[in-house]
């Protein structure tokens, strides 16, 4: 048993006058006191717009200032780097900002955690390599495998809808690495066979899948179970960002890693289970977040992105309540801010044609002029995949966001990883020019040149990468040539957004694959292109369509006299985390309309989890709340009309909607 004090014993009211005055907070009202200073294991939920990661930052600032050892420190851990980088924004310039960025604190997400006290200790220690932690790679190197089995292989998997690329090293034992559940065939079975063998001799040359990596700690913990108590001792305290988004198989190894019943550590997870619409295992979750058990959750309802016109609408959507009082909005409405009508459109079941412009044409005439000239103009759906078979006339119409808007296409941002080097490019420009994310953006192209490397020396060179940028620079430095190249390179793309063009590309791929032959030491083989550097017959017959300097991808632009908006289509998932100025959220198909199902909820006759007999309908409701939040002026709706029911209860159903808030359009 390890005897200790808490690392942090006291935080107090000076302590957050001096964080508010360092990052020039305002408005911290009690519950984001309280989770401030609190030095003990506790949950933390917050709902959007609440400024939870500026909150972490503040109470992390706090820890550094008064941290008191050199060798432990505090564990930060999430899904992505959006605490480092908010650390780097706000504080990279102070003394604080240095301290945490650095040894002894640990600020990353829970794969490189994992990857790198867990999982790399544990294969380097039974003797395997580690070349390369990457599912595509992963995937190639085991389909060679198969040898001359590769299509029989393929052909067997095909009737049972299973995905070679999606099978996973279930065993640390490498000589059986597939469950039978995993192939839905006897292990006597030769195609379960050469697929095991496969994956076993991938597996011995060091290659694994992203996802694999939690296996393979799992088995470091079975075998040493005091590597736990080290890291306990290495990290007395440690914070879990968007703690809704972790599946189970990482919760399960925080969990042993870092148990919450340890009285001389302290764990702080911090989320919103509301928002929890990210596909997971089907495992049993055994450790719920929030913790139920009282005095072991905080919760913070109050959101600075909309007013409380929005927060009426959406607070019913919500499976946990959030807080005593519901969801409350507080954001500051000027004094001459015209209040908005947020709308019901009403469409007829087989016709979507008038939805975006009656949407667009409501914007331009509700939002005040000032707003609309930097307004974030979006609609959103459940579901996105292009659904051609399905026409006006069909009963799931509308099945998908395609289906209001025909130019919309699906991009490798908005979905899988790209499988080109073009999409790589078009992917970082959409990222800055949609969301204005500068620093994923380089990244993306950093990806691309790091994969084409690869691709060059047919074999991963390049090891696993978790900041290509940082890792391409450095293998640049001694060539300033190539240095300088990959930078302009990096400037025409993503700060000048040269548009992409026939005429262009080949003079962009040449310095591309000249980047990735110094980064490789490899060269092109000059004849018999790779398929990643080759353009199909979509790519050049959408180039100037897919990114454009003036127009975002995927935007439907409306024009009325002199007034213009652009309005941003996707998917629920694409838009989670952004903050809109106005919102519509598009009925959409999946085992029944989205809207209609959650009809009784927009009503009010159902509220929460009342009537939720499925995980279908509690993700429905996540979907809808996690759209409904997002925007800070106008929040709108359309339904087909048939949802809302026939004759009388149409009518009914209607004047509820408008009692609760909503105003009314029918097109």
């Given at each position: 048993m390890l005897s200790m004090k808490p690392a942090i014993e006291v935080i107090d009211n000076a302590d957050i006058e001096w964080v508010a005055g360092l990052m020039g907070l305002h408005s911290l009202d009690?519950?984001?006191?309280?989770?401030?200073?609190?030095?003990?294991?506790?949950?933390?939920?917050?709902?959007?717009?609440?400024?939870?990661?500026?909150?972490?930052?503040?109470?992390?600032?706090?820890?550094?200032?008064?941290?008191?050892?050199?060798?432990?420190?505090?564990?930060?851990?999430?899904?992505?780097?959006?605490?480092?980088?908010?650390?780097?924004?706000?504080?990279?310039?102070?003394?604080?900002?240095?301290?945490?960025?650095?040894?002894?604190?640990?600020?990353?997400?829970i794969h490189s955690f994992v990857s790198q006290f867990l999982a790399r200790p544990w294969l380097l220690s039974s003797d395997y390599p580690v070349t390369a932690i990457d599912n595509d790679i992963t995937t190639n190197v085991r389909l060679r495998h198969l040898g001359s089995q590769r299509r029989k292989v393929l052909t067997a998997l095909n009737p049972k809808h299973i995905e070679f690329s999606s099978l996973r090293l279930r065993s640390a034992d490498f000589s059986t690495p597939l469950e039978s559940t995993q192939l839905k065939m006897k292990p006597t079975a030769p195609t379960f066979l050469a697929v095991a063998e496969a994956m076993q001799k991938a597996a011995e040359q060091g290659y694994y899948c992203y996802d694999e990596i939690f296996t393979f700690g799992g088995a470091l913990l079975d075998e040493h179970p005091e590597v736990a108590e080290s890291l306990v001792r290495r990290f007395p305290v440690v914070l879990i960002d968007e703690m809704q988004d972790t599946s189970q198989l990482q919760s399960e190894i925080l969990r042993r890693v870092f148990p919450r019943d340890r009285a001389e550590l302290c764990v702080q997870r911090v989320g919103d289970a509301n928002q929890a619409i990210y596909e997971g295992d089907k495992s049993p979750v055994s450790d719920v977040f929030p913790d139920p058990t009282d005095g072991r959750s905080l919760t913070i309802g109050s959101s600075f992105r909309f007013d409380q016109s929005i927060a009426s609408l959406a607070t019913g959507l919500a499976i946990i309540p959030v807080g005593a009082d519901g969801l409350q909005g507080i954001r500051n409405r000027k004094p001459a801010e015209p209040p908005c009508r947020h709308t019901v459109f009403i469409f007829p079941d087989g016709d979507t044609s008038q939805v975006l412009s009656a949407y667009a044409r409501h914007a331009l005439s509700?939002?005040?002029?000032?707003?609309?000239?930097?307004?974030?103009?979006?609609?959103?759906?459940?579901?996105?995949?292009?659904?051609?078979?399905?026409?006006?006339?069909?009963?799931?119409?509308?099945?998908?966001?395609?289906?209001?808007?025909?130019?919309?296409?699906?991009?490798?941002?908005?979905?899988?990883?790209?499988?080109?080097?073009?999409?790589?490019?078009?992917?970082?420009?959409?990222?800055?020019?949609?969301?204005?994310?500068?620093?994923?953006?380089?990244?993306?192209?950093?990806?691309?040149?790091?994969?084409?490397?690869?691709?060059?020396?047919?074999?991963?060179?390049?090891?696993?990468?978790?900041?290509?940028?940082?890792?391409?620079?450095?293998?640049?430095?001694?060539?300033?040539?190539?240095?300088?190249?990959?930078?302009?390179?990096?400037?025409?793309?993503?700060?000048?957004?040269?548009?992409?063009?026939?005429?262009?590309?080949?003079?962009?791929?040449?310095?591309?694959?000249?980047?990735?032959?110094?980064?490789?030491?490899?060269?092109?083989?000059?004849?018999?292109?790779?398929?990643?550097?080759?353009?199909?017959?979509?790519?050049?017959?959408?180039?100037?369509?897919?990114?454009r300097a003036e127009t975002p991808p995927n935007t439907y632009r409306f024009q009325d006299a002199e007034q213009t908006v652009d309005v941003r289509i996707g998917s629920i998932h694409s838009v989670k985390g952004q903050t809109h100025t106005a919102t519509l959220v598009l009925d959409t198909y999946n085992n029944g309309h989205h809207m209609e199902r959650i009809l009784p909820w927009l009503l009010g006759d159902r509220v929460g989890d009342q009537g939720v007999s499925s995980d279908l309908a509690a993700k429905r409701l996540r979907l809808a709340y996690v759209a409904m939040t997002r925007p800070t002026h106008l929040l709108c709706l359309a339904l087909r009309r048939s949802s809302i029911g026939k004759g009388c209860e149409y009518e009914a159903n209607k004047e509820k909607l408008v009692a609760n808030g909503w105003n009314f359009i029918e097109l």
């Open positions: 009690e519950p984001r006191r309280a989770f401030l200073k609190s030095t003990q294991t506790i949950d933390l939920s917050a709902c959007p717009g609440s400024g939870k990661t500026t909150l972490v930052v503040a109470k992390l600032a706090i820890l550094a200032r008064k941290w008191p050892s050199m060798a432990r420190g505090i564990c930060v851990l999430s899904h992505t780097n959006v605490a480092r980088e908010e650390i780097q924004k706000r504080l990279g310039g102070t003394e604080i900002g240095r301290k945490l960025l650095g040894y002894p604190h640990y600020i990353d997400t509700t939002l005040d002029p000032m707003v609309l000239t930097k307004a974030r103009v979006a609609a959103v759906g459940s579901v996105h995949q292009l659904r051609p078979e399905i026409a006006p006339g069909h009963k799931h119409f509308p099945a998908s966001v395609s289906h209001y808007w025909q130019d919309y296409k699906i991009t490798s941002l908005a979905s899988a990883r790209p499988t080109h080097l073009i999409e790589y490019v078009h992917s970082a420009q959409a990222i800055v020019i949609d969301k204005g994310n500068l620093c994923d953006g380089v990244n993306g192209v950093a990806e691309g040149i790091i994969r084409l490397a690869n691709t060059l020396a047919e074999r991963p060179v390049l090891r696993a990468f978790s900041r290509p940028h940082r890792l391409l620079e450095r293998l640049l430095a001694d060539n300033a040539a190539t240095l300088g190249v990959y930078r302009s390179m990096l400037r025409r793309l993503l700060v000048d957004r040269e548009v992409m063009s026939l005429a262009l590309w080949p003079g962009i791929s040449r310095d591309l694959i000249a980047i990735a032959e110094v980064a490789s030491g490899c060269s092109s083989p000059g004849s018999s292109p790779d398929p990643f550097l080759e353009l199909t017959a979509e790519h050049k017959s959408s180039f100037e369509l897919k990114v």
